[in-house]
């Protein structure tokens, strides 16, 4: 009883010191009746709060559409360089440039960011700006993550020089920001972002980072008495022109006790003629959405697109067909009847045009000097002789035709050796693979001649039928012929004769030399090479046409192209394609359509070209291990008329001196039977893809060189051959494609994969050792078929780092939706790495595979 008395005792306790305190504050510390009481604040009425929210306007109407007979050049703006924007920011200035007749458009990033190791190695990219600004107005670029490479700032210049505009933006808030960046393409033109901020914590738009223009000058003076804010900006530097400077509350985080910053300035240099046709901005924020609705900023916006708007393009025959109006007359001047070809050449013509906005319509020869026929623009297209008759053409140029009685010089004549062949019945043995063009061994068949692809760049505005053909040289092998003149010429085998023992076969005395008994040494046989004189042939007296200027320039006709640009008294631009016959001059043709003007030389109204004409068939051949004659291999002669394998060279990154493989795939497969075409992405950079698409294989091939890898503008090309159910092999030591996750290793030795018997015939079933002192190689991902369906045709052998990793690898759109019969076969090493009769061996299953039709 006690207890409980206790514990309810307790409770009660505990109770009133929980709650008395309570009941004390409660009491004593309500306010009294007559104390303050705060008045009731209605809700902010915000949209009519002046900042920072701004009154709701009526969007502005668009104004007339612009009057134009033949449509501008669109803006590009540069994302290739990794701007981190998104496109729809650009949405207020596209729409400003559209009310000027002027397209906005995008250079998008082609370059895979886990391609590029470093901050250092991004590719250059000149030569595909230098085709997107081929017929641009001006160049946008704004706070670019990767550097500028000096060929690229020269396109620019080039650009600029030719009348284009840019617009360089280096604004702190962004992302990918950095002047130092920037400045990569700046500087060329005397303007120098600085790497600060500018604030003001007197007058801003609601944040001391948000600051007020001060003043405006030159180009920049009709915005006085505006309020443009920025919104987030730097300062600007160098030998220019201030537009536009901040207000003198507005501090820098650098450049400590200065005020009155440019903002915005005019650059260039006088020197490159580009003076006053750059601008620097240093916030892209005031140029979009939200941004630009406020205050007066819509009047930086439409000063910004004026100038984008305002550049003329100085247009010349390389810019073809801008320097036409909107009507333009095909004359074409010959008395032969036009043909087939004539006419799909025109029809092609007539779709370029309409492209721009042009059209096109047949004229008359008398058009050329009876301006009243017609009030088209004239494109007289004639052979030199009808040219000089009709026209003045010539003449004005200086120029005159004169027909010359030429005698061939005779060369001394020739000791050529009379050879008895006997075809060798064993494979030639293996050459090192740093050696793929020592000497031929006796008995080894001779190769039949290799011509590569003619030596001109890729062009912008690409033509399914070109017609130009330029002959071009190869640095061949003793067992592929020698180069004499613009010939390849076949060069002479050493055999044994039917009396001398045959040479050992590679099982035997793999890399012996080749002996003669003592008697074949010590004196001749009638089996042995004996010297014969070639008697030379009598000189033939043939005649040549000349171009003779009156300066004592003399041009063989034939072997040149002349491309002349005017304009008349009564405004009529005329533009005349002239050639030696009617070949060259649809040649001509072709390349003003296509802007291919490489090797040539350009003056402000004449272009001076060569030509070459067609070349003619290879000769039959028999083939080396006796049975009947066969058609020998022969090169395509032009790459734009396509054939059986074009093999692309990507030799643009390779040392100097360094020698690549390509060559060695030519010399196989042209062994095999295959029409084989070579090109250097050195010397014509990559090629267009209605070239690529014209083959029946591409063989992409950089495997031997130190910086092997497919990136970029390559790996672009190589996706428009796979998208369009072409066939396609990387050989590459970094294909892009299937490589793995594991660091580069050492390959020893590759074993076949019996998953592919189509690519694996005829190869060892034995591991197939390997020269030492490779280069490391990343492997390709391991089970591949597990998630793409690839089949596997050689893998890294037992002596090699990553042992079983795929090393050869097929992929196929078979099991697509939608085939195509695209192929793509991964070859990640080098095909020079094999031993010689392996390699062959393989290219010819590789041939087998990739050129065998898809099953229906």
Request: net charge negative.
């Amino acid at each position: 009883m006690r207890r409980s008395i206790f514990w309810l005792l307790t409770f009660i306790v505990g109770l009133l010191l929980l709650i008395g305190p309570i009941a004390w504050r409660y009491t004593w510390s309500r306010p009294p009746a007559d104390s303050y009481t705060p008045p009731e604040i209605p809700t902010a009425a915000i949209a009519a709060t002046p900042i920072p929210t701004s009154t709701p306007a009526p969007v502005p109407v668009a104004g007339e559409l612009p009057e134009m007979p033949v449509k501008r050049g669109p803006v590009v703006v540069d994302l290739a360089h990794y701007s981190a924007i998104r496109r729809d920011r650009f949405q207020p200035l596209a729409g400003a440039l559209a009310e000027r007749g002027v397209d906005l458009r995008f250079w998008l990033p082609t370059v895979p960011l886990e391609s590029v190791r470093s901050f250092t190695e991004f590719p250059d990219q000149s030569e595909a700006l230098q085709k997107i600004l081929a017929d641009a107005s001006a160049l946008v670029v704004v706070s670019p993550f990767f550097l500028y490479s000096e060929k690229e700032v020269q396109v620019v210049e080039r650009f600029l020089a030719d009348g284009g505009r840019l617009l360089v933006i280096s604004d702190p808030d962004i992302e990918s920001d950095a002047a130092r960046d920037t400045n990569s393409l700046a500087t060329a033109f005397n303007i120098v972002f600085h790497e600060d901020y500018l604030y003001d914590t007197v007058d801003n738009d609601a944040n001391y980072i948000f600051f007020f223009q001060g003043d405006y000058f030159d180009q920049a003076a009709g915005l006085r008495g505006s309020r443009i804010a920025f919104y987030g900006g730097r300062s600007i530097d160098g030998a220019m022109t201030p537009q536009v400077r901040s207000a003198s509350t507005t501090l820098s985080s650098l450049r400590i006790g200065q005020s009155h910053f440019t903002t915005a300035a005019i650059g260039g240099t006088v020197a490159t003629n580009t003076a006053g046709r750059v601008l620097a901005l240093s916030d892209f924020d005031v140029l979009t959405d939200p941004y630009v609705t406020r205050h007066d900023n819509r009047r930086m916006l439409e000063f910004v697109a004026d100038f984008l708007a305002g550049g003329v393009r100085i247009q010349t025959i390389a810019d073809f067909p801008a320097f036409f109006g909107k009507t333009v007359a095909l004359v074409v001047d010959s008395s032969d009847p036009v043909g087939a070809q004539a006419i799909a050449k025109a029809a092609e013509l007539q779709r370029l045009l309409e492209l721009s906005g042009r059209s096109l319509q047949l004229g008359a020869t008398r058009w050329l000097t009876d301006s009243t026929a017609s009030d088209a623009d004239l494109l007289y297209v004639a052979r030199y002789e009808d040219a000089s008759r009709s026209t003045t053409l010539l003449a004005d140029i200086g120029f005159i035709l004169e027909e010359r009685i030429v005698t061939p010089t005779v060369r001394a004549p020739a000791v050529v050796p009379t050879v008895t062949a006997t075809p060798a019945q064993t494979p030639s043995p293996a050459l090192p693979p740093e050696d793929k063009t020592s000497p031929t061994p006796e008995g080894t068949p001779e190769l039949p001649p290799l011509t590569p692809a003619p030596d001109v760049p890729p062009t912008p505005t690409p033509i399914s039928t070109p017609l130009t053909l330029t002959a071009a040289l190869v640095t061949p092998g003793p067992d592929i012929g020698e180069v004499t003149g613009n010939a390849l010429v076949q060069a002479p085998a050493e055999t044994p004769s039917p009396t001398e023992e045959p040479p050992a076969s590679p099982g035997s005395q793999a890399g012996a030399e080749p002996t003669a008994s003592p008697e074949a040494t010590s004196q001749p046989s009638e089996a042995q090479s004996t010297p014969e004189a070639t008697p030379s042939p009598e000189p033939t007296p043939t005649t040549q046409l000349f171009l003779v200027r009156n300066d004592g320039i003399q041009l063989l006709a034939e072997e040149t192209q002349l491309f002349i640009q005017r304009i008349e008294q009564d405004s009529r631009k005329v533009v005349a394609v002239l050639g030696a016959n009617a070949d060259a001059v649809e040649a001509g043709l072709t390349r003003l359509m296509n802007r291919d003007f490489s090797g040539c030389l350009i003056q402000t109204e004449l272009v001076i070209c060569p030509y070459q004409a067609k070349a003619g068939a290879t000769p039959s051949a028999a083939p080396a291990g006796g049975g009947a004659a066969r058609p020998a291999p022969t090169a395509t002669a032009s790459a734009d008329e396509g054939g059986d394998v074009l093999i692309v060279d990507d030799d643009r990154n390779a040392g100097e001196g360094e020698r690549g493989e390509a060559e060695l795939y030519a010399a196989l497969l042209s062994r095999a039977g295959y029409a084989v075409t070579l090109w250097s992405t050195r010397e014509r950079g990559y090629p267009m893809s209605n070239t690529l698409l014209s083959f029946r294989w591409v063989i992409w091939s950089d495997a031997l060189y130190e910086r092997s890898g497919v990136r970029g503008e390559a790996l672009q090309s190589i996706g428009i051959i796979i998208n369009s159910g072409g066939k396609v092999t990387i050989s590459s030591r970094m294909p892009f494609f299937g490589v793995g996750a594991e660091p580069p290793s050492p390959i020893a030795d590759v074993v076949i994969d019996p998953a592919a018997p189509d690519l694996i015939q005829g190869l060892p079933s034995d591991p197939i050792p390997l020269p030492e002192g490779l280069p490391p190689v990343i492997p390709l991902t391991r089970n591949p078929e597990q998630t793409t369906n690839a089949t596997i045709a050689l893998r890294r052998g037992p002596a090699s780092a990553a042992a079983e990793a795929p090393v050869m690898m097929l992929f196929t759109d078979a099991n697509a939706d939608e085939p195509k019969g695209a192929r793509l076969l991964i070859f990640g090493m080098s095909i020079a790495w094999l031993p010689d009769d392996v390699a062959e061996q393989l290219v010819q299953n590789m041939a087998r595979v990739m050129l065998a039709e898809a099953a229906p």
